[in-house]
């Protein structure tokens, strides 16, 4: 009986720090363009170009700025409510990430929208759904 519960006490503690480590590192989209860098468990992402000494990640690339995680609303093993503010600091956007079983983060927007991409030199509003894989 000992056993059974170690075994099983082990398979928590691997699929927890799993899923912690799966909401931190470097994420591309190939459709956005863009780079999803993150640390959803600690403040630690500096990004100085900015001013903001530490941060819970950020996204930049083939969107309208540089939008900075400045927030964890709520995350478990699966997903996280995020705020992310415009570099410019004049729009705000509410993103659940999901992360899929194959080690992919879904950024889902909630709410409003206002992260737009540039597509043919013109903004246009990002899919409800963007899907970022790990570097």
Known sequence: MKKVFFT?????LSVAGWAQE??????YSKELKATLRINLME?????????????YGYMAGNVNGT???LDVKKADN???LVRMVSDMGN???NVELRLT???????KLV?????????DRKYVKLPKVVVFNKK
Do not use: H, S
């Open 22 to 27: 799966a909401f931190t590192g470097v994420y």
């Open 43 to 55: 403040k630690n992402i500096p990004l100085t170009d900015l001013d903001f000494d530490e941060t």
């Open 78 to 80: 699966q997903k996280a």
């Open 8 to 12: 099983f006490c082990m398979v928590c």
């Open 91 to 93: 729009d705000a956007q």
């Open 101 to 107: 079983e194959n080690g992919r983060i879904e950024l």
């Open 67 to 69: 939008w900075v995680i």
């Open 111 to 119: 709410g409003e929208q206002n992260i737009k991409m540039v597509q």
